[in-house]
């Protein structure tokens, strides 16, 4: 009988492959190299120094576009992506959004629903991490609602003219292409806008006591011209930014089981060490209640990421299952973020342990994709067959 693993109780492990684990670990030691020594500093600072070459970098281990396949993308299953998504985000949410909105909104759009000659523009740059993207859906007064948006694109003789503003866009300030959604005569378009038309403008948005280790801004658009080939061409309609939004969800489904378990793991190093009343914090009832009722939620987060990972790999994954697997797992993350801190008392609002920075961020990706509501709706449709959105 195998020995019981107190970071894989379940034995998870046994679910991957190989090429899964080659995946899973480089990842690991990347975000360990590169992310982990700085991310207090970062966090606390407000910036993420270095974004290009840190985009570069994860160009070069592939995990851009990593679920693409072709024009240099990396062609991984859904797992390894999920699993490089847990990895990122156990080292900060803001890491894995920047990974997220490049390869599962902007590439993705793109390779989705771009032309041959747009994809060949800009999909090899994106991978490589030589270029930068951005996905602009959100504005200002408009979240839950995307199909109210106010943005819009009016033709002019071959030409588009754009105006409009988007809202909490992460790496728009950084951007070589915005791809960014805009009503129409026709109904909503895609536009691939490079970010140095004339025009346009990405102010970053400061102040914020979330994902403050990442690029968020606000994307302007004033007259910003286009030729006709700026347009995705296969698709019209809200199935466009809603497929992409899926796509990204999915990642979120993963990652945020990420920020779970590094704030497990630290309460757990914390509860061997950390003596109250003569002995190991650990070794009271309470605090291993709270333990074991972390593992449970942890554990059953990732076994459902996985479930859901290989269905997206059969083929067979429905939208509702994708909210189903982000309602509950960025809940539950945040649940147990919040009970690690208890376990670390005033330890736990310090930055040299990474609980709270995961749930502040966490509370950013609660909110983003989809919120607690929107997920609820959608699985209360799909149980009752009944509509409660309007």
Same mark, same amino acid.
């Given at each position: 009988?195998?020995?019981?693993?107190?970071?894989?109780?379940?034995?998870?492990?046994?679910?991957?492959?190989?090429?899964?684990?080659?995946?899973?670990?480089?990842? #690991?030691?990347?975000?360990?190299? #590169?992310?982990?020594?700085?991310?207090?500093?970062?966090?606390?600072?407000?910036?993420?120094?270095?974004?290009?070459?840190?985009?570069?970098?994860?160009?070069?281990?592939?995990?851009?576009?990593?679920?693409?396949?072709?024009?240099?993308?990396?062609?991984?299953?859904?797992?390894?992506?999920?699993?490089?998504?847990?990895?990122?985000?156990?080292?900060?949410?803001?890491?894995?959004?920047?990974?997220?909105?490049?390869?599962?909104?902007?590439?993705?759009?793109?390779?989705?629903?771009?032309?041959?000659?747009?994809?060949?523009?800009?999909?090899?740059?994106?991978?490589?991490?030589?270029?930068?993207?951005?996905?602009?859906?959100?504005?200002?007064?408009?979240?839950?609602?995307?199909?109210?948006?106010?943005?819009?694109?009016?033709?002019?003789?071959?030409?588009?003219?754009?105006?409009?503003?988007?809202?909490?866009?992460?790496?728009?300030?950084?951007?070589?292409?915005?791809?960014?959604?805009?009503?129409?005569?026709?109904?909503?378009?895609?536009?691939?806008?490079?970010?140095?038309?004339?025009?346009?403008?990405?102010?970053?948005?400061?102040?914020?006591?979330?994902?403050?280790?990442?690029?968020?801004?606000?994307?302007?658009?004033?007259?910003?011209?286009?030729?006709?080939?700026?347009?995705?061409?296969?698709?019209?309609?809200?199935?466009?930014?809603?497929?992409?939004?899926?796509?990204?969800?999915?990642?979120?489904?993963?990652?945020?089981?990420?920020?779970?378990?590094?704030?497990? !793991?630290?309460?757990?190093?914390?509860?061997?060490?950390?003596?109250?009343?003569?002995?190991?914090?650990?070794?009271?009832?309470?605090?291993?209640?709270?333990?074991?009722?972390?593992?449970?939620?942890?554990?059953?987060?990732?076994?459902?990421?996985?479930?859901?990972?290989? #269905?997206?790999?059969?083929?067979?994954?429905?939208?509702?299952?994708?909210?189903?697997?982000?309602?509950?797992?960025?809940? !539950?993350?945040?649940?147990?973020?919040?009970?690690? #801190?208890?376990?670390?008392?005033?330890?736990?609002?310090?930055?040299?342990?990474?609980?709270?920075?995961?749930?502040?961020?966490?509370?950013?990706?609660?909110?983003?994709?989809?919120?607690? !509501?929107?997920?609820?709706?959608?699985?209360?449709?799909?149980?009752?067959?009944?509509?409660?959105?309007?």
């Amino acid at each position: 009988m195998s020995a019981f693993l107190p970071h894989d109780p379940l034995g998870l492990d046994e679910l991957l492959g190989p090429e899964d684990l080659a995946v899973r670990d480089t990842v #690991r030691a990347w975000a360990a190299d #590169r992310v982990l020594p700085n991310i207090a500093q970062w966090y606390e600072s407000g910036e993420l120094p270095g974004i290009r070459e840190l985009a570069r970098e994860l160009g070069g281990i592939g995990a851009l576009g990593m679920s693409l396949q072709g024009y240099g993308c990396a062609g991984a299953s859904a797992v390894q992506y999920g699993l490089a998504c847990l990895e990122l985000e156990a080292a900060d949410s803001g890491i894995r959004s920047l990974v997220s909105v490049q390869g599962s909104l902007a590439m993705y759009a793109i390779w989705k629903y771009g032309s041959e000659e747009q994809k060949q523009r800009w999909l090899r740059g994106m991978a490589a991490g030589e270029l930068i993207g951005c996905f602009g859906l959100t504005e200002p007064d408009v979240g839950s609602d995307p199909a109210a948006m106010r943005t819009y694109a009016k033709r002019d003789g071959t030409d588009w003219v754009l105006n409009g503003r988007k809202m909490w866009i992460t790496n728009g300030s950084v951007a070589a292409v915005a791809v960014v959604w805009a009503q129409t005569d026709e109904g909503i378009r895609g536009f691939a806008v490079p970010t140095d038309t004339p025009g346009f403008s990405a102010p970053e948005i400061k102040h914020k006591w979330s994902l403050r280790a990442s690029v968020t801004s606000e994307l302007v658009m004033d007259d910003v011209r286009l030729p006709a080939d700026a347009v995705l061409p296969l698709v019209t309609g809200l199935k466009g930014p809603l497929g992409c939004l899926s796509h990204a969800r999915y990642g979120i489904i993963w990652g945020s089981m990420g920020a779970a378990r590094a704030s497990f !793991e630290s309460a757990l190093d914390y509860a061997r060490t950390r003596e109250q009343f003569g002995k190991p914090i650990g070794g009271f009832q309470l605090t291993q209640a709270k333990l074991a009722d972390m593992a449970l939620e942890l554990h059953k987060g990732i076994l459902l990421a996985h479930h859901l990972g290989r #269905r997206m790999d059969a083929g067979t994954l429905r939208p509702e299952q994708i909210s189903f697997g982000k309602l509950n797992n960025v809940r !539950e993350a945040i649940e147990i973020c919040r009970t690690a #801190r208890t376990i670390l008392g005033a330890n736990g609002i310090s930055l040299e342990y990474p609980v709270m920075r995961h749930a502040t961020n966490l509370e950013s990706v609660l909110t983003y994709e989809g919120t607690v !509501e929107m997920h609820q709706l959608v699985l209360g449709k799909a149980l009752t067959g009944l509509d409660a959105f309007r």
